[in-house]
């Protein structure tokens, strides 16, 4: 049946239409005032429930969670909170609510209550918003790339290379695990198996991209990614979205405004499309840490967001970072857990939080790192020493991009493969771009939940995915 929307019935307002709205209940005051949510909006709608001409059987069943169909006249409202409501002339009960079980009562519950009751969080405010922003976020991101003539390039989930040769992948395999086929030597014997190969879920579809950016100029990819990393922290998952464009005759400057100009439209364009649940999830960031000492409360949401907009972000090497960090107060005073000592050591998130949240208090993007520290693909510097990397740390998430220029001269890419063990003879396919028609390209990898967290403020990468896979988790 065709009915409206509790957003559009909000925004159109058709006073003194009768209508019909369905929707679940998230309270029900007085015996007589249901807030209505359909999840269209953060708003809810206000039926005023006629006592008089509701059967009891059905007033006994209206209840938080309970799903159902009210029809009746909108009508401007003389109670506070609202402009219109609904004077419903019958409610229908689709589907009844356990009061007594039903998680999602209405008062506030911890993240952490939510997360392991997952499969009904999407009901509440905040998961709404935090769902809703997440939708337009992707969809911005495809708008941005094909305003500026990028293709959209579907790369591979199986594949037997490890993009990042950082060894972190799940194996994907037919094989039957309680009796593997094993090779002469006793070890598993993946010719047996379905692909002929071992093969995994991609790390990233990076090298994938720059195939076809080498051939399309302008590509980029939006997929699921995926890492075996045993890490339990508020800022990875094992499975994560990442969008990687990669553009052929484009160097690491060009690189670094592509980003920032992409992270820049993101904003924009969530401002435009979501201010009100921009707004509801700023109000909650401050509530959540209003009991924090002021030096450990996040940049406020909207100003974070405002300075993301209105200020050209902040680029420094790797070296000037290093010296910045260095000379801290809290590395001078041994508040690292990791202290800043020795040129080449990796960047901590410590270290990171201190330059974007005290240094410079907006986005950071830091390029030029050591070539020990980042992965084989990237262009050497003409030092020898550093690689013509980036990272763009931005407020209460640190790296949420990271990207280079590409090592575009097979000689020296070679090399590098061969010094960080990458099997050469495998990536046969990667090389012969190098081989024809190689040229000067770049390209990053942005992190999708970081993004989201970064713009809905939620500490927690878990609170931004639909259904989080972490150790120890698949839950669905
Ligand atoms: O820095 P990473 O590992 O870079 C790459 O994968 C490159 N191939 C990208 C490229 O140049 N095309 O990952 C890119 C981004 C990170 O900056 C971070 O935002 C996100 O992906 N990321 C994760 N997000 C959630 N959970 C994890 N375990 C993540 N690992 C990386
Ligand atoms: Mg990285």
Redesign the pocket.
């Known amino acids: 049946m065709q009915h409206l929307t509790i957003k559009q019935i909000l925004k159109q307002a058709p006073v003194g239409d009768t209508l019909t709205v369905h929707g679940w209940v998230r309270t029900f005051r007085n015996e007589q005032f249901i807030a209505l949510t359909d999840g269209s909006t953060r708003t809810h709608l206000q039926v005023v429930v006629d006592r008089e001409a509701t059967p009891p059987e059905t007033l006994r069943l209206i209840h938080p969670g309970a799903a159902i169909t009210a029809t009746g006249k909108l009508v401007e409202s003389l109670g506070r909170g609202q402009d219109v409501e609904i004077q419903a002339d019958t409610i229908t009960i689709l589907g009844p609510s356990d009061p007594e079980t039903y998680p999602i009562q209405p008062k506030r519950h911890t993240l952490e209550f939510l997360r392991k009751n997952g499969h009904l969080r999407f009901r509440t405010q905040t998961f709404g918003a935090v769902f809703r922003i997440r939708h337009h976020l992707a969809l911005a991101i495809h708008r941005f790339f094909d305003e500026r003539g990028f293709f959209y390039l579907h790369t591979p989930i199986i594949t037997a290379s490890d993009?990042?040769g950082?060894g972190e992948m799940f194996t994907v395999t037919a094989l039957d695990l309680n009796q593997l086929p094993k090779d002469e030597q006793g070890r598993v014997n993946f010719k047996e198996d379905f692909f002929g190969k071992h093969t995994h879920l991609t790390?990233?579809?990076?090298?994938e991209?720059e195939l076809g950016a080498l051939a399309l100029s302008k590509v980029y990819t939006f997929g699921p990614?995926f890492?075996a990393?045993n890490?339990n922290t508020t800022?990875?998952?094992?499975e994560?979205w990442?969008i990687?464009?990669?553009m052929a005759f484009a160097d690491l400057n060009d690189d670094m405004n592509l980003a920032e100009d992409m992270l820049k439209y993101l904003i924009r364009y969530v401002k435009d499309k979501a201010a009100d649940d921009l707004e509801f999830l700023a109000q909650r960031q401050a509530n959540e840490e209003k009991n924090l000492p002021q030096n450990e409360r996040s940049i406020p949401l909207l100003e974070k967001l405002d300075n993301t907009l209105t200020e050209p972000f902040a680029r420094i090497t790797y070296t000037e970072a290093f010296d910045l960090l260095r000379n801290s107060k809290p590395n001078k005073k041994g508040r690292f857990k990791f202290p800043v000592s020795e040129w080449g050591i990796d960047l901590q998130s410590e270290h990171e939080r201190y330059l974007v949240e005290k240094k410079f208090k907006k986005p950071v993007i830091v390029t030029d790192y050591p070539k020990d520290i980042k992965?084989f693909y990237m262009r050497l510097n003409d030092d020898s020493k550093t690689v013509a990397a980036m990272?763009?740390l931005v407020p209460g998430?640190g790296?949420?991009?990271?990207?280079?220029q590409r090592e575009e001269r097979y000689d020296l890419l070679v090399r590098r493969m061969e010094e960080m063990h990458i099997p050469v003879e495998e990536m046969q396919w990667y090389l012969d771009t190098r081989r024809f028609g190689t040229c000067p390209h770049a390209?990053?990898?942005?992190?999708?939940?970081?993004?989201v967290q970064f713009v809905t403020g939620m500490a927690n990468?878990r609170d931004v995915i639909p259904f989080p896979r972490f150790p120890g988790n698949a839950a669905f």
């Open positions: 993009a990042e950082a790390v990233s579809g990076q090298l991209a990614t890492r990393e890490s800022r990875h998952l094992a994560f990442m990687e464009p990669e992965a990272d763009i998430v790296e949420l991009v990271g990207g280079s390209g990053f990898g942005l992190g999708f939940e970081r993004l990468i």
